[in-house]
Every structure is written in C-alpha cells, then in structure tokens.
C-alpha cells in the first residue's frame, strides 16, 4: 500500500507539520496502526477508508501520534484532503467521518484548503500551582479548552517570551489531558499574522507539535474575543513553523492552509 508524508499548514517542504497518510480499504487493528504511528514517528499519522456513498460521510478517518489515538487532528486532516485531492481519489468537498464528528475539507482555487471543525469552549481557570515554572513564563490567564481539544490554554505577556520558551515537558504534563497552549498577541501585525502560538503536548509523546489545527479551534475564539474580529491568522512559532487562517463562525472554526506530499513510497509490512 501507497503511504505519503505530507507538510501541512505550509507551500513548502521541510516546514509547517509533517503526517503519515494512508489510504486503507478498511481500518486494521489498532494494534498495527499504532505500530505505523509509531515507525513513521511524526506528530501523527492519519489513516482512511472509503464509505459506502449515500451516508453522511465519505471516508472514514482516525489519526494516532507514535503513542496513542487522539479525538482531532488539523494538521493531519488537511493533509489527508490533499492526498485525496492529488491522487484523484476525491474531488470537490470531502466529508470525513471521525471521533469528533463529520468534518469537512473543501479545496480552494488558491490551492488552500478549509477545514470544518467544532469551536472549542474556552472556560477560564485559575491559573495551576508550578504552570510558570514549568513553561519558564508567567502566564496572565489560563483557559481549560474542553474534552475534544483537551489542553490548557495559557495567554503570555508578548510574542518574544512566546518564542523563548523552553519549557519542562515532564511537569507540563499534569496540567491537561493532551497538553498546553502559550499564545501572545502579535508584535507587529504587518508581518501578517494576528498572533503568535506554540504547542506542547507530552501526554501524547509530542514534546512540541510544529503547527496544530485542533489548538486553533481554541485560539480562533480567544483571539477574536480580545481583537474584535472573527478572520485572524495566527502563526505557529515552533522551529518549523507555520500559519493557519482562522474563521470564527459560532459554533464552528473554519482552518484553512495549503500543504505538500515530500515523501511517496511503499509500505510492505501489511497487516
């Protein structure tokens, strides 16, 4: 079988967020998926099959990082929607069937693609005891961004301590179920984004995830709240970096970005 690794929330190699994409004809045991996980050892590795036409969806999706399933993926959402874009192997709006619900990936004209995913309900917390030491920062705020996201959101004062961060990734794992969220708002908004981010999630073996869809149906809601608009672009400041496009529309968060397949090749150990 055919397996890929696409850049996602990038138009260009070697950057933004990398996934493992396999088209299945079915779902394996989760044993052997986890393996694939495991041994492509990106963020996640994201796996589909074809549903029977007339449902309420087209293929059925799953994503595991190299050490267990998760409820939502961005990163790997996008990329699956354009391998099947690429290949052929869909055209036009892909509705995919998942543990969060159907998502949609409709293609744009510019190449970008948008993803259809729920808002994340932001509930503000106190601010947990050793969160400032374990990120290096003192954190203004801290937000608890529900079960489908399930990190802690935590707002810090600028954009350069955002950036400097070098966190403790073993204490940051007792502050949530997947992990943690900094965000500040931009230095300079003319360099085109909105506001800055980066991901931490070592509950499920990511020390630090380059660019994170799932974490944006979070910031959408927080940042259009402070700026007053719901169309912003933040900017995930990891090594590899990259930016998504954020539509706040209630209940629902609009992600868009483009992505690119680096790798191709066979994958010989079947199931």
Request: hydrophobic share 45%; aromatic share 6%; net charge negative.
């Amino acid at each position: 079988m055919r397996i890929r690794i696409v850049d996602a929330f990038t138009d260009r190699p070697f950057s933004g967020n990398p996934a493992g994409v396999l088209l299945l004809d079915s779902f394996p045991d989760d044993a052997w998926l986890q393996n694939v996980a495991l041994e492509v050892n990106h963020a996640e590795t994201a796996f589909a099959h074809r549903l029977p036409e007339g449902g309420e969806a087209d293929w059925a999706l799953r994503w595991f990082t190299p050490a267990a399933e998760v409820a939502m993926c961005g990163h790997a959402t996008l990329a699956t929607a354009h391998v099947l874009h690429t290949t052929g192997a869909h055209e036009g709006p892909v509705r995919f069937a998942t543990r969060s619900g159907v998502l949609i990936a409709t293609p744009r004209q510019d190449g970008s693609i948008t993803l259809d995913f729920p808002t994340a309900p932001l509930t503000e917390v106190e601010l947990p005891a050793r969160v400032a030491k374990a990120l290096g920062a003192e954190p203004r705020a801290a937000f608890d961004t529900g079960p489908q996201v399930g990190d802690l959101l935590v707002e810090l004062a600028d954009e350069q301590t955002v950036r400097a961060l070098t966190p403790d990734h073993k204490d940051l794992a007792a502050f949530s179920a997947r992990g943690v969220i900094a965000t500040a708002r931009a230095e300079d908004p003319a360099h085109g984004y909105d506001f800055v981010s980066r991901c931490f999630f070592p509950n499920v073996g990511i020390d630090e995830d380059p660019v994170t869809g799932s974490a944006h149906t979070a910031l959408a809601p927080f940042w259009a709240g402070r700026l007053g608009r719901p169309d912003l672009t933040g900017l995930q400041a990891s090594p590899r970096s990259g930016r998504v496009r954020v539509e706040l529309r209630g209940e629902r968060t609009l992600l868009s970005g483009r992505a690119v397949t680096v790798i191709e090749g066979d994958l010989l150990a079947r199931p």
